[in-house]
Nanobody, 125 residues
């Protein structure tokens, strides 16, 4: 499964961005999806995930209360709304697929069945 993250960019501290995850030719409704990020010199971090129906979500403490994950299975897209962005949020963001029963475990371990192209998020004044 080749996933593509998009929507990154340069934003000032306190600003917002919405990332999108797509997979042309793949039915994303069949997968739990996680969002991950990796900053230069740091390990990849799992920050959020959502199950196939959208009824179960998980957030890492580092983003809880600021980020919201959602999915639109009809549009075959997963979103990550990021508010109150901080410089420490600067990283390349990736989406990855996971199993419904293992998604939280995989997200905490920054583990996905497959990785695709990431999108750069830079938070700076």
């Amino acid at each position: 499964v080749q996933l593509q993250a998009s929507g990154g960019g340069l934003v000032q501290p306190g600003g917002s961005l919405r990332l999108s995850c797509t997979a042309p030719g793949v039915t994303l409704a069949d997968y739990a999806i996680g969002w991950f990020r990796q900053a230069p010199g740091k390990e990849r971090e799992g920050i959020s995930c959502i199950n196939t129906s959208g009824g179960i979500t998980y957030y890492a403490d580092s983003v809880k209360g600021r980020f919201t994950i959602s999915r639109d299975n009809a549009k075959n897209m997963i979103f990550l709304q990021m508010n109150s962005l901080e410089p420490d949020d600067s990283a390349i963001y990736y989406c990855g697929n996971a199993g419904d029963r293992t998604m939280i475990y995989q997200t905490k371990r920054a583990d996905s069945y497959s990785w695709g192209q990431g999108t750069q998020v830079t938070v700076s004044s």
